[in-house]
């Protein structure tokens, strides 16, 4: 795991401080760093120099996990000489491909994934990437072609931000770098400020929450002409489709997700440094230290808990996985006072505003791993996107049963599942209707239920002086796959690409690679292509089929549990600590052209008088105001 810049200029003898823009991702790669700068015909280049001069200058910062040596050292080129590569993230099948390229007359130098990367980039082109299971954001100049190209992985698991600056454009891993270049404003992105205000949503699209940087979205390649500095729009190379899959019959289908599952954990254990798993006690972190020990009855297991207090603790979930597997565990028990003395760290990190306390339970969960040697870990993000675990998707299935006029089925379905912890039949039926009401009533709908799209408490003048819009995000109207449609919609937009950003930033402020083995394209176009039913069981038993195809391999009580906690930490206890921070908030007359005067202290008021379990409004308030101040973000 590492960390990418890569600058272009008009000028092929423009110098750049290389140095104090690769520091600023010093926690990404702290095992080594190196700079390559081409000026159009000639190559240079370095370690400890602070300024390279060139057309094109690629920095990288090496987080050291396979081959440890210095021949991993990046920006690396291929064989002949033609391209050369910054590179982030692991590809985990390297070694078939490796095997499959020297059968084709390919030598190798290193035991690098980085050189099959080259090696096939060279061979087939970049169509090649469809075919990397794992994770990736990577620079590739092309100086035949005279071309750059920055990729992002299937999923947007790993990071690419880029944005223009005086006389170029530039690419990083994370935003800070991009902050310190010329003509780089500190502006706020009004569309993005309203969406995670209003909704709580972030890095559900191509913007961020500064208006002159985007990120690259998952699944695409940019291709920019080096001379011209001209790029279009990302093109996709990937996509999940609505079809259907021909799965042979549901115990068919049991098997190949346990063998595909089983498949992918023993790839994401390829690594030259010790290991460790984030460990709730749910069901999907579960299976993944099950299946470690189901596929290495050898593997040295360590686990990392967080245990929350109160009726929020999964700890007895914990402790029966670990026992399980014999496993060293290690738990963090932060408590509000811990969160208030790192939140200015967390949020630094993040470099964008977080959506809800559960990201600081993470934060501690990595920083407990590095402090016990751990370089890489294992993670259950997507699983809940893919298998349909949210109490949302509840209502995507009972949308299709009325879709498909199976009216009884879904009278039955809905009393079933009403039953089931923190569900209702009015709930289901609210977040079925969301999919069935056509998106222009969309809106009507919230406003009939008293959430407005324009709240009182916002200055809505300084929004729409913006170009900012009030409307739904992501408004789309269903088809006959409501399910399928609503977890293609989770996996790209409304929930895991936040998630993806805070796992990578949070691993990464501890210089730890973490995996997530739900998340290989092949995975995914199996399970998203199964029959709703056999996602959601008609009792309404979410994750139906992958409970049946971890049997014997995680204990029997976890499959079964019927609650849904993961990383949940106590927001009402949390958040009314905030209460202090909220009265400097409402007087910081910077930060108060947003909102309504008149309005917002009434607004904060409530929320903090009626602080409810898992309500983040009053944590998104703060930490937009704190990360204003931390950015120096101009409003």
């Known amino acids: 795991m590492c960390g990418v810049i890569t600058l272009l200029h008009d000028n092929a003898a423009c110098e750049a401080h290389i140095g104090a823009l690769s520091d600023k991702l010093a926690r990404r790669g702290p095992d080594d760093h190196a700079w390559l700068a081409w000026s159009g015909n000639t190559f240079t280049s370095g370690r400890e120099e602070p300024v390279a001069r060139g057309k094109v200058i690629m920095a990288h910062r090496r987080l050291s996990i396979i081959d440890l040596s210095t021949d991993g050292r990046q920006p690396m080129a291929s064989a002949d000489g033609k391209l050369h590569i910054a590179y982030n993230g692991e590809v985990y099948n390297y070694r078939e491909l490796r095997m499959e390229l020297e059968s084709l007359g390919h030598g190798f130098r290193t035991r690098t994934d980085t050189e099959v990367i080259l090696a096939a980039l060279s061979h087939w082109g970049l169509d090649v990437v469809r075919r990397f299971k794992g994770m990736f954001a990577f620079t590739l100049l092309d100086v035949q072609r005279r071309k750059l190209y920055a990729v992002r992985d299937h999923f947007g698991i790993k990071p690419m931000f880029y944005c223009r600056f005086a ?12 902050l310190t270049l010329p003509g780089v404003k500190r502006e706020l992105n009004p569309q993005a400020v309203y969406d995670y205000l209003q909704f709580g949503n972030t890095d559900h699209n191509n913007e961020t929450m500064f208006a002159g940087v985007r990120q690259l979205p998952p699944a695409t390649i940019l291709e920019v002409d080096v001379d011209a500095i001209s790029f279009q729009e990302p093109v996709k190379y990937w996509k999940l489709g609505l079809e259907e899959n021909d799965c042979g019959g549901y115990g068919e289908a049991v098997e190949r997700v346990r063998d595909l599952f089983l498949e992918n954990i023993r790839l994401h254990l390829r690594s030259d440094v010790p290991i460790g798993s984030a460990l ?76 809800n306390t559960s990201i600081y339970a993470q934060y501690c969960v990595f920083r407990a791993a590095s402090q016990h040697g751990i370089k890489v870990m294992l993670d259950g993000q997507g699983a809940d996107e893919l298998l349909a675990g949210y109490v949302g998707y509840q209502g995507s299935f009972l949308a299709e049963l009325v879709k498909q006029k199976r009216f009884l089925s879904a ?12 569900r209702s039949s009015s709930l289901i039926v609210q977040l079925a209707t969301r999919q069935l009401l056509p998106p222009r009533l969309q809106a009507l709908g919230r406003r009939a239920i008293g959430k407005a799209l324009t709240p009182d408490w916002v200055n809505i003048g300084w929004f729409q002086d913006r170009g900012g819009r009030f409307s739904l ?43 997530v083995p739900f998340l290989t394209y092949d995975f995914a176009e199996l399970v998203i292509g199964l029959p709703a039913e056999y996602l959601i069981h008609e009792t309404g038993r979410s994750k139906n089929i992958f409970r049946q195809a971890m049997r014997g391999i995680v204990p029997d009580q976890v499959l079964d549990r019927r609650d849904k906690i993961g990383f949940a930490t106590p927001e009402n206890i949390w958040a009314s600590k905030l209460q202090s921070q909220s009265m400097e908030m409402m007087h910081d007359t910077h930060f108060g052209k947003l909102f309504n005067p008149d309005k917002l202290p009434a607004h904060i008021e409530h929320l903090v008088r009626n602080v409810k379990k898992r309500d983040f409004r009053m944590w998104r308030l703060i930490n937009f105001w704190k990360w204003v101040k931390l950015f120096d973000v101009k409003c």
């Open 167 to 178: 006389n170029g454009l530039a690419f990083a891993s994370e935003i800070p770098p991009l």
């Open 280 to 355: 709730s006690g749910g069901i999907d972190s579960s299976a993944i230290v099950c299946a470690i020990r189901e596929v290495d009855s050898q593997a040295d297991i360590r686990t990392f808990s967080y245990i929350a207090p109160g009726a929020l603790s999964e700890e007895k979930w914990v402790d029966l996985v670990n026992n399980r597997v014999g496993a060293m565990s290690v738990k963090v028990r932060p408590d509000v006072e811990d969160m208030l003395r790192d939140l200015d760290d967390l949020i630094t990190i993040q470099g964008e505003p977080v959506g």
């Open 411 to 422: 009278q039955r379905f809905l009393r079933k599942s009403s039953r089931w912890p923190g």
């Open 473 to 515: 995000p992501n408004m789309r109207k269903s088809g006959a796959h409501c399910l399928r449609e609503s977890l293609i919609d989770t996996l790209q937009s409304t929930s895991l690409p936040a998630l993806l950003r805070y796992e990578d930033r949070n691993s990464m402020r501890f210089s730890i690679e973490s995996r």
